[in-house]
């Protein structure tokens, strides 16, 4: 067989095996929103499988969808068939599948992120639309509300806020610390950190209506309203004027790369801060190279410059001035942003504990 011949039926392989994954991994998404594998691992073991009419009365769902999720997820090798056609999770696979992981949530991102598919297409021609509106994703706010919690919760305190250094957690559970979090979706990271700090206050701020409205709904863990935390819908590269030198410190989480104008919102961010004021943005890795990128970061790179292609990219390209950076935009671009709009001396750091950001710091001088 020639060298071509070779190349051809391995990418024949892939091809088919790639189609495979992403129904499998679709699937998993409908068992992670319908809570099927927490259900099915409650209700069966390997010594005690349960038929797919157990796993519907459990999870208050029809015999027949179930029957053929089941069957999908064995043959996909996700959970386990016998003869019977009994099912089961094997034991050493409970925990990663009932559990909302980084990797189980995003599983659930291209139902999320496809929705506007022709639309996107239409992108790419030369004669189609610049890219597209964030409300053209009506699931995006729940989809990063729940893998920011995935990939952040455990962190933000522990890790990234002690890293950020300049006495900020001291200052913060001293109190009378004023906190603006930029782009913060559904406010997930706004509420957290309110919750933790009650002497400080906390502004998020978003241009979405339907993430300030989600924002809005957040309760303490108690279930009470928070009176330390408020939010506004407002463009990051248009804050309100009064805000001029008000904020010790400036967050943004994954919200930059996706800005129309991230010039704008860093030229903001550095007006509204105090004199000496930090700026912390946890932003996507990269080099700003893509053949880097390829040897660091292996698929983890070709799944973020995908989510950047369906989403990240097409919201922040659709006005005739946009900067159009994209997810990877990367060290490089993300550093020169900075320099250029305010902060010159800029700090990388590493967050191993967020497996895909990376975390820029600099002072207001
Ligand atoms: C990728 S999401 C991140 C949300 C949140 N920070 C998180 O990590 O869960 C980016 C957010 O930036 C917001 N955004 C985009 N452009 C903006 C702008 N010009 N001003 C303010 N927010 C913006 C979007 O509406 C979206 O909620």
């Not at 522990?158 to 109190?175: F, H, R, T």
């Not at 303490?220 to 410190?249: H, Q, R, V, Y």
């Amino acid at each position: 067989m020639s060298q071509q011949q070779t190349c051809s039926t391995s990418m024949k392989e892939k091809l088919f095996n790639l189609a495979v994954s992403n129904v499998i991994s679709n699937a998993i998404n409908i068992g992670n929103r319908l809570n099927l594998f927490k259900t099915l691992a409650d209700i069966s073991s390997e010594k005690g499988p349960v038929l797919p009419e157990q796993l519907a009365e459990a999870a208050g769902c029809k015999e027949r969808y179930i029957r053929e999720w089941c069957n999908c997820m064995a043959c996909g090798q996700i959970i386990e068939v016998n003869e019977e056609e009994k099912f089961w999770i094997a034991a050493e696979n409970v925990q990663e599948l009932s559990n909302s992981s980084f990797e189980a949530v995003m599983n659930g991102m291209m139902a999320t992120l496809l929705e506007p598919l022709d639309e996107l297409i239409d992108c790419f021609r030369k004669d189609g639309p610049l890219g597209l509106e964030y409300a053209q994703f009506t699931k995006f706010q729940y989809f990063m509300g729940t893998m920011s919690q995935a990939l952040h919760e455990k962190h933000v305190v522990a890790d990234m806020l002690p890293d950020i250094g300049n006495g900020v957690v001291e200052k913060l559970e001293a109190g009378g610390v004023r906190v603006l979090d930029v782009g913060c979706g559904g406010g997930f990271h706004s509420s957290l950190l309110a919750e933790q700090y009650p002497k400080s206050h906390f502004v998020g701020l978003d241009i979405g209506e339907d993430a300030i409205r989600q924002a809005k709904q957040r309760k303490t863990k108690s279930g009470a309203a928070f009176n330390n935390l408020e939010f506004i819908e407002c463009d990051a590269g248009k804050m309100p004027e009064i805000w001029t030198d008000s904020f010790d410190l400036v967050l943004i989480f994954d919200a930059c790369h996706d800005q129309r104008r991230p010039d704008l919102c860093v030229q903001e961010i550095h007006r509204v801060l105090k004199p000496s004021g930090m700026f912390a943005m946890v932003e996507v890795l990269g080099s700003s190279n893509v053949y880097t990128d390829k040897a660091a970061m292996g698929p983890l790179a070709a799944m973020m410059y995908g989510c950047s292609m369906f989403h990240c990219l097409p919201v922040g390209s659709n006005c005739p001035d946009a900067l159009c950076y994209g997810a990877m935009w990367g060290q490089k671009r993300a550093t020169d942003l900075l320099k250029k709009c305010g902060f010159p001396d800029v700090k990388v750091i590493d967050t191993p504990y967020f497996p895909i950001n990376v975390m820029y710091c600099a002072q207001k001088n």
